[in-house]
């Protein structure tokens, strides 16, 4: 494998199940992240890793929960999600030092919920 | 907060021609990065082509090119020779310095360009 992978690529869900998103990163980078793109708004960061350690959460609702146990794999969990959750989910990762920092993107997780 | 601005939602272009996609961005900050990423109907995120905004000299990779204006706080890209592949959403993204390397990227809506034969 080569780049930043996920799985599944396609989830359909209901709103009382819980599922998970996996990223992981053949890079070796030590940043990764998660993104949200729905078709009405334009991509969000919805929570930041750096070297495992959360730096930032933008004020994502606690029904998407994500987990980095190294500085290769990234997680989020979900449960409880709403129809307005359904979109794409993109993880990117990036080295922290290099002077550009450019994320790598996988080729997202297409969640629906119904 | 920083905002991105890409004013124009759709651009369409005769293939080899030349088309310039248009960004621009709000911040107070004076260390940052600006991207242009390109995102074809697969949904992968491909990075076009990146500038530092210390730099002066705008950025080239092969046919996509950059005109930096920092006092303007513009960031257009220029296609060249325009390819049927390069049909795709372009996104104008912006990355603060400020945060030691691991700082969300803020986007711009995006522009979807289509290419005609």
């Known amino acids: 494998e080569t780049g930043v992978t996920q799985t599944p690529r396609h989830l359909v869900m209901g709103m009382t199940n819980k599922k998970s998103l996996k990223c992981e990163q053949h890079?070796?980078?030590?940043?990764m992240y998660w993104y949200k793109q729905s078709a009405k708004k334009p991509l969000e960061l919805m929570f930041v890793?750096?070297?495992?350690?959360?730096?930032e959460n933008n004020s994502v609702p606690s029904r998407f929960s994500p987990e980095c146990p190294n500085s290769s794999h990234l997680f989020l969990h979900l449960h409880t999600l709403q129809p307005e959750d359904s979109a794409l989910y993109l993880c990117?990762?990036?080295?922290?030092?290099?002077?550009?920092?450019?994320?790598?993107f996988g080729p997202g997780t297409r969640l629906t919920v119904t | 907060a920083q905002t991105v601005t890409q004013s124009q939602p759709e651009m369409s272009v005769q293939e080899a021609e030349t088309v310039t996609l248009s960004c621009t961005y709000d911040t107070s900050e004076s260390d940052y990065y600006l991207f242009w990423y390109k995102q074809p109907p697969s949904r992968q995120m491909i990075l076009v082509i990146r500038?530092?905004?210390?730099?002066?000299q705008n950025a080239t990779e092969n046919r996509f090119s950059v005109n930096f204006q920092k006092a303007a706080k513009s960031f257009s890209l220029k296609i060249s020779d325009s390819q049927l592949g390069d049909a795709a959403m372009y996104f104008c993204a912006y990355r603060s310095g400020a945060g030691g390397g691991a700082d969300g990227l803020t986007f711009g809506k995006g522009t979807h360009l289509i290419i005609q034969p």
């Open positions: 890079l070796g980078h030590n940043a």
């Open positions: 890793y750096n070297f495992k350690e959360q730096t």
């Open positions: 500038q530092e905004a210390y730099k002066q």
């Open positions: 990117a990762s990036s080295q922290v030092g290099q002077p550009t920092g450019e994320q790598y």
